[in-house]
């Protein structure tokens, strides 16, 4: 799952036993820094299991802790 601001893309494949996230990825031709396996953040080295949902992180447009200190001055 690829979530975007405006959508999610879904993609399914299928890879041999001992896959990485990083060849998840690449079959999918899509590149990332920071990816998790149903939301716990991994390595792109990590090995996938069968079933395995690799997210794409994107970075945080604003800091949370920035957010509450905006919505506290309002």
Known sequence: ???R???ADAVEIRLPE???VRDALLAAG???E???IFG???KLETRLADGD???IYRPLAVDPKEARRRRARR
Request: proline content about 5%.
């Open 40 to 42: 716990k953040l991994v």
């Open 1 to 3: 799952m690829h979530a």
């Open 18 to 20: 001992g896959a990485t």
């Open 30 to 32: 899509m590149t990332a």
């Open 34 to 36: 920071k990816v998790g």
């Open 53 to 55: 949902r690799v997210e």
């Open 5 to 7: 601001p405006d959508r």
